[in-house]
């Protein structure tokens, strides 16, 4: 196949950019001077002037955490997107709509409720729960719509979408009935990052490090997966193990993207898309290229988030809706003449 | 070389295979006919090991499917289904590309070797100048022969193909079946093949296999299972039989009232 444009130099100065604007854009603004002075400084351990001492404090405290956090929740929902719509053989599928998400939600606020987000064993805790309602949803998802060894798409969405309301339902009258922590799961909820500071960072990226690398490796398996169930089979691929693996590793990283990063819609749709659209829908090529598009994706959806209202900041996930809605509808009106997918 | 004994499948409760006994042996193509119903793609469904058996046994060169991974299956039987909702996206390279999946590891890469046996099967079936075109730019035929190259690569000794010609004009169900032929003559293969087209099945079939209602009704050499008597009574339609050349193959043509 050849292309225009070559993906990985694109996406990943896609990532450059978006980290660069992460780091430097918010309250305050870090002129990018400064910046790399603060960085050359941190590096060759010299001691800082009075003025960017400040500024080092907002980058490692504050800003850079988040752009890691935000980097890697963009990367795991991209990628699990994929994966989903892979393993399912439905453009529709994402961590939302198969009802993953919601029920990670559902597991995480579970644990917040019960006080464990103060502690340290929240970190653990909460995506272990989410992890949890996240297979919980998927083996009940499957469990409803499955004919015989086969998933239909109908039945695989309209399982996913009841499953995920009623699951969005009790996070909701948790929410309600529950006090002190109202106020944070709301915007938890709502795609804002709650958490700050490096432990999240470094609680969430083992479960999300580790769920896309077994993620990338299953490119092929995913390729020969396009072809239907019995035809894999056939082709010898041991499909029940694949499957169990594949789901496995995409909900353990929405579980975790979803714990510590809030609910954040539509990345996990549009990034695969856009990379099949562009580059075809070679899934060796296809999760990669999605997982790092994700990360650029969201943190520069992070990056409107803090300038739209400022100093106010909003919920990630409300610009991720607001912009991916009318772009998803754009891409589907033009992919219409071409099957890309 | 292929040996099924007693096999039986059923839908739910419903049996669509009954007791079907048979043998295929090396260098020689078996055709299945019958009619619609009959049961011909559940038998190669069956004998690709993706259906669950009541009963039965089957023996590819002495060894038992029915006690195989996925991968071991995919080294001894190679299918050819019938083109249809075939991913676009991919190319006719990277579509017999995977037809070597049960010699790659997770990652997916292909060997040396892997990229030559891609190579010689985009050879066999005429199919190199179709290796960066996209599946969805493709006509049916094209499509088939490249699900044939993709069968091909999976070096299997056993080939079974389901109704290959459907959908083909004239010419394509000639060159397919013709380089199908010419694989089981030269590199010895055996062949199952269902095929709704009498005509052909007797051009290039050795032996055939005759499912009416899930039972083997005829099973021998075309010359005695191509009977009009017979064929007339399974079809429905009165039937008769006359030679493409003098001694020649059997052609069963609807009597003319």
Redesign the interface.
């Known amino acids: ?2 292309h225009a444009v070559r993906p990985y130099p694109v996406v990943l100065l896609l990532l450059a950019a978006a980290i660069l604007l992460s780091v430097a854009v918010g309250s305050v603004f870090i002129p990018f001077g400064s910046l790399f002075e603060v960085l050359a400084a941190r590096l060759s351990g010299r001691p800082l002037s009075q003025a960017l001492q400040a500024y080092d404090t907002i980058l490692f405290s504050l800003r850079l955490p988040r752009t890691a956090l935000i980097a890697l929740a963009g990367a795991g929902l991209a990628g699990s997107g994929a994966a989903y719509q892979g393993l399912f053989r439905n453009p529709l599928a994402d961590p939302y709509l198969v009802g993953v998400a919601s029920g990670a939600g559902l597991g995480a606020i579970l644990a917040m409720t019960a006080g464990l987000t103060a502690t340290f064993l929240g970190l653990v805790a909460v995506p272990a729960a989410a992890f949890v309602g996240a297979l919980l949803t998927v083996w009940i998802v499957y469990q409803l719509a499955h004919v015989g060894r086969s998933v239909p798409t109908t039945n695989l969405i309209l399982a996913g979408v009841a499953v995920s309301s009623f699951a969005s339902a009790l996070t909701s009258f948790l929410m309600l009935t529950s006090t002190g922590e109202l106020r944070r799961a709301l915007v938890w909820l709502m795609g804002g990052s709650a958490m700050s500071g490096w432990p999240p960072v470094l609680a969430a990226l083992p479960y999300i490090a580790i769920g896309l690398g077994v993620l990338v ?5 995913l ?2 997966f ?3 169930e ?2 894999a ?7 029940e193990q694949v499957r169990l693996i594949v789901v496995a590793a995409a909900s353990l990283v929405t579980a975790a993207a979803v714990s510590f990063a809030g609910i954040i819609g539509f990345v996990g749709l549009v990034v695969p898309h856009i990379v ?1 659209f562009v580059w ?3 899934y ?1 090529l296809v999760l990669p290229v999605s997982i790092i598009g994700g990360a650029a994706l969201l943190l520069l959806a992070d990056v409107l988030a803090r300038v739209l209202m400022a100093p106010q900041e909003l919920p990630v996930g409300i610009i991720t809706a607001l912009a991916g809605a009318p772009f998803f509808l754009w891409l589907l009106r033009r992919a219409r003449q071409q ?3 | 070389m292929l040996k099924v004994e007693g096999l039986n499948v059923h839908y739910g409760e419903r049996p669509i295979l009954k007791d079907i006994s048979f043998e295929a042996q090396r260098g020689q193509i078996l055709g299945v006919i019958g009619p619609n119903g009959a049961g011909k793609t559940t038998l190669i469904r069956a004998l690709s090991g993706v259906l669950p058996l009541r009963s039965g046994a089957m023996h590819v060169n002495g060894k038992d499917l029915r006690r195989m991974s996925e991968q071991e299956r995919a080294r001894l039987v190679a299918v050819v289904p019938q083109a249809r909702n075939l991913p676009p996206a991919f190319t006719g390279r990277e579509m017999v590309q995977m037809g070597r999946t049960h010699y790659l590891n997770w990652l997916g890469q292909l060997s040396v070797r892997d990229n030559q046996r891609v190579l010689q099967a985009m050879q066999r079936s005429s199919t190199l100048e179709l290796a960066d075109r996209r599946m969805g730019d493709l006509s049916g035929g094209e499509q088939q022969r490249l699900l044939l190259a993709r069968a091909l690569a999976q070096e299997a000794p056993l080939l079974l193909l389901d109704e290959p010609t459907t959908h083909l004009d004239l010419q394509y169900q000639i060159g397919l079946l013709d380089a199908v032929r010419d694989l089981v003559d030269r590199d010895g293969l055996t062949v199952v093949m269902t095929l709704h087209d009498l005509n052909l099945v007797s051009r290039y079939a050795d032996r055939l296999c005759l499912l009416v209602e899930g039972r083997i009704q005829a099973l021998g050499t075309p010359e005695e299972v191509l009977d009009p008597a017979l064929l007339s009574q399974v079809y429905h339609v009165p039937l008769q039989r006359m030679r493409a050349s003098e001694g020649g193959r059997p052609i069963i043509l609807p009597t003319v009232l």
């Not at chain 1, 490796?217 to 398996?221: E, K």
């Not at chain 1, 089979?233 to 499909?239: A, D, S």
Request: charged share 20%; aromatic share 10%.
């Open positions: 196949m050849k490796i299953s490119g092929h398996s390729n020969v396009q072809f239907g019995e035809q089979r056939q082709l010898g691929l041991p499909v099949r075809g829908g070679d060796r099957a890309f997918w």
